[in-house]
């Protein structure tokens, strides 16, 4: 099993509508939990991080933890066609690792 | 601050050749990790620093891979011998710390083994 799964999509939204993404865990041990957004042919860029059970929002986009179930999610509310872009899911695992999902590419479409 | 810098951008050489990627890390930054990215297998985690120090090397493929830090301000990322099934980007991040701030990402090297 690996350690970050993400399904790789693609998801595809209309523009205006909620984009949902998901993302489990296996170290019950992880702490910390980011998103990073991943445009084609770019470096991955920090969108949210979140360390307590819950909701977070930033704007448009709201990160939700739940560690008993072991996901995490980010929700992109009024989704955009520039908000399409591969969606990465990373835990600070063990002795300070910063591990990444394989990503879910996201499309918008107008 | 300019950022994480790596370079080259691009890498083209024949397999059996040595390959070296650098990195300079954002100052200050006492994380630095080495990722490679292939479509098939994602943000692999190859190898990451600590104060210079490497603390996790387990994901570095073959024997054929290997890193160092000299200095907090430069990384190196060494492939002897290169082979086709390397090729893919190999991004460098730092971070303040690691599991718990974020990491910021070079522009990464495209590296090519033909």
């Known amino acids: 099993q690996k350690e970050v799964e993400q399904n790789s999509g693609p998801l595809s939204v209309p523009e205006g509508a909620i984009a949902s993404l998901n993302c489990t865990y296996s170290d019950r041990g992880s702490q910390s939990f980011f998103w990073y957004r991943q445009y084609s042919g770019k470096s991955p860029e920090l969108i949210m991080f979140i360390y307590s059970n819950g909701d977070k929002e930033d704007g448009r986009f709201t990160a939700q933890l739940n560690k008993a179930s072991q996901y995490v999610s980010l929700l992109i509310r009024d989704s955009q066609p520039s908000d399409s872009a591969t969606y990465l899911c990373?835990?600070?695992?063990?002795?300070?690792?910063?591990?990444f999902g394989a990503g879910t590419r996201l499309a918008v479409h107008p | 601050d300019a950022g994480v810098i790596q370079s080259p951008r691009h890498e083209v050489t024949e397999m059996g050749q040595e390959v070296t990627l650098r990195c300079k890390p954002i100052?200050?930054?006492?994380?630095l990790f080495w990722y490679r990215q292939t479509m098939m297998r994602g943000l692999e985690l190859l190898i990451y620093f600590n104060n210079n120090v490497p603390i996790d090397d387990s994901g570095m493929p073959e024997d054929r891979f290997s890193a160092k830090m000299p200095n907090a301000s430069f990384s190196t990322l060494k492939i002897q011998p290169s082979e086709p099934r390397d090729s893919a980007v190999y991004f460098c991040a730092s971070s303040f710390w690691a599991g718990g701030t974020e990491a910021f990402f070079g522009q990464g090297t495209r590296l090519t083994v033909v």
């Open positions: 100052s200050g930054h006492d994380y």
């Open positions: 990373a835990l600070g695992g063990g002795y300070n690792k910063l591990i």
